[in-house]
């Protein structure tokens, strides 16, 4: 069965900083990836997403992640950090045909 | 850009009451699911639905939910006697033939 591992609960830095969150990931075959973001009391918004081809992936609001399928890992990463990054990130695995599993979650927090 | 809708968005409930939670999927797609986010835990899977009929669902999907698509356009969740445990926020998806759910707004359950 799929899985998804989040290490990291809760991860502070400094507004200008970079950010990598980590997510690995369990499943048999390949895995489509995914990485959501949730701000308080608010939905789910797709960041990006993770199905073939080139590794390193493009999303929305500056962020980008990487597939490495040799360290089973999905890495959310954004070079400068803004304040209003901060939020609930959700890294999610799934397949053709199937549910999602999703991750514990890493909670951000940005200082001025 | 089409949405997937909830309702209601809040919804606070008697325990031992019936609730049923409401989505509209996004109109041409054909996979629906509902999860599950208790406050400050991870999202969780809880069904999914194609076909008219349940596809797969989890542990936590038990003999007092259940799940219909009345019509054309609904797609609805019902706890037929809650729980204080049940007090969550819960997610409608769906999706087409590709892997990408998309998720509505939410609606946020509050068992007294």
């Known amino acids: 069965a799929q899985s998804v591992t989040q290490p990291d609960i809760h991860i502070t830095v400094s507004e200008g900083a970079s950010l990598e969150l980590r997510c690995n990931y369990s499943?048999?075959?390949?895995?489509?990836l995914f990485w959501y973001v949730q701000s308080p009391g608010q939905g789910l918004q797709l960041l990006l997403k993770y199905f073939s081809g080139d590794t390193l992936v493009q999303g929305i609001k500056g962020f980008e992640a990487e597939f490495k399928r040799s360290q089973s890992s999905f890495n959310l990463r954004k070079p400068s950090v803004h304040w209003s990054d901060a939020a609930e990130y959700f890294c999610?695995?799934?397949?053709?045909?199937?549910?999602?599993?999703f991750g514990a979650g890493t909670r951000l927090t940005v200082k001025p | 850009e089409p949405e997937v809708t909830q309702t209601p968005s809040h919804q606070v409930t008697q325990m031992g009451q019936e609730v049923i939670l409401r989505c509209v999927p996004i109109?041409?797609?054909?996979?629906f699911y509902w999860y599950r986010q208790i406050l400050g835990q991870k999202v969780e899977f809880l069904v999914s639905?194609?076909?008219?009929?349940?596809?797969?669902k989890s542990e936590i999907f038990d003999d007092q939910f259940s799940v219909e698509r009345p019509d054309g356009s609904n797609f609805t969740l019902k706890i037929r006697s809650t729980k204080l445990e049940d007090s969550a926020m819960y997610f409608c998806?769906?999706?087409?033939?590709?892997?990408?759910?998309?998720f509505g707004p939410g609606t946020r359950l509050l068992v007294l």
């Open positions: 999610a695995v799934g397949a053709y045909n199937n549910d999602m599993r």
């Open positions: 109109s041409n797609h054909l996979y």
């Open positions: 499943y048999g075959a390949t895995p489509y």
């Open positions: 998806a769906s999706r087409t033939a590709g892997t990408t759910q998309y």
């Open positions: 639905f194609y076909n008219n009929e349940i596809s797969e």
